[in-house]
């Protein structure tokens, strides 16, 4: 089988990889088209601790389920009618029995394994598992392309449901990547004045079609007077410059994983004179504005894939390079460029 894997130093294009083996209550799947996200190009740069198949944005077509004898009833019949079927899926792996998972938040399941991410191999390679729970089907009207953009336009529409919107409030999105095209849509949607602060000029034009306000990020006035700060940079310096845009007792939506230092979980932490130290954010801010700093990661993919079926957003104009999962090396390369979206077919 091939698999795009990452082996702890750099990403290897393999194909041998072993195949998966179906635990219960699994699918196997068949990707047909993947998508490359930032996650995956941080996962090469050796920042977390992840070894294993790459991989988490994906359309597939559901192969095979395996149920054990006496699954519930509402498990068989959903495994019935996915299988065969194109899909997407949840990341999340969770045990539905930990307090998390009791308590309704299963996306902060205590054992929880991420898809390609944390624990578990991803979905660049011919064949990978998900269980038939984290499953949605895929209606006939989105092709594979759009289909792929569910995973990341769930987390945008989780970072919107976090805002309660009253009075039009005005919402700045930081960033002109993926994350930042696609999380501006969703909050244009909202009764709010929203704009979209890069530094990419060819990215605007997006915007302009799109009817988004946007702004490079030089030419704005750091006036703390926005109700809503959306960091989608990808780096620690948006922090910074949310709290510098944010109005006082306004709120900063955390989409980037910041993690300046590459410190595997475990591992000690570099001392003081660690180069990775040298621009530490200032938190002072929140304490001075009473800022609500609030973390925002995975959303809701049947939510994400009615917004596709719907025409709520526009994907398809992010997709800047094509390629085949056998010429991974280069595409993952291609991403690390500023590319907006890489998508491989299977
Ligand atoms: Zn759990």
């Known amino acids: ?95 539905g029995k930990c307090d998390m998972c009791r308590a309704g938040l299963s996306t902060h399941c205590r054992h929880r394994t991420v898809l390609g991410v944390a624990g578990r191999d991803g979905c660049f390679a011919d064949r990978f598992t998900l269980p038939v729970n984290n499953l949605t089907a895929v209606p006939d009207s989105v092709d594979d392309e759009r289909a792929t953009f569910a995973e990341p336009l769930a987390s945008a529409i989780h970072a919107a449901s976090m805002i309660k919107v009253e009075g039009k409030p005005y919402i700045t999105v930081l960033g002109d990547g993926k994350l930042g095209l696609l999380t501006a849509q969703v909050m244009a949607r909202l009764n709010a004045s929203v704009r979209l602060l890069g530094k990419h000029p060819e990215k605007f034009g997006l915007c302009d079609r799109w009817g988004i306000k946007h702004r490079h990020v030089n030419e704005v006035g750091r006036l703390q007077d926005q109700d809503v700060v959306v960091d989608c940079t990808g780096s620690a310096s948006g922090l910074a410059l949310a709290m510098q845009l944010v109005r006082p007792r306004g709120k900063i939506i955390l989409k980037s994983t910041i993690s300046p230092l590459p410190i595997p979980p475990g591992a000690p932490v570099p001392g003081a004179d660690h180069p990775a130290w040298k621009d530490p954010v200032n938190l002072a801010p929140i304490v001075i504005n009473e800022l609500e700093l609030i973390g925002s990661r995975c959303g809701p993919i049947p939510e994400a894939v009615a917004m596709l079926e719907k025409n709520l957003v526009s994907v398809e104009q992010l997709i800047t390079s094509r390629t085949k999962l056998e010429n991974g090396l280069a595409a993952l390369e291609t991403a690390k460029k500023g590319q907006i979206k890489v998508l491989m077919t299977v």
């Open 1 to 95: 089988m091939r698999a795009l894997r990452f082996d702890g130093a750099k990403p290897v294009f393999v194909t041998d990889a072993r195949e998966p083996v179906l635990l219960p209550g699994d699918a196997l799947i068949r990707p047909t088209c993947v998508g490359i996200c930032s996650t995956d190009t941080e996962i090469c740069r050796g920042t977390t601790n992840f070894v294993g198949t790459l991989g988490h944005e994906f359309v597939g077509i559901v192969e095979e389920v395996h149920l054990p004898a006496g699954s519930p009833a509402t498990l068989t019949e959903r495994a019935a009618r996915l299988k065969g079927k194109r899909v997407v899926g949840a990341i999340n792996l969770v045990c």
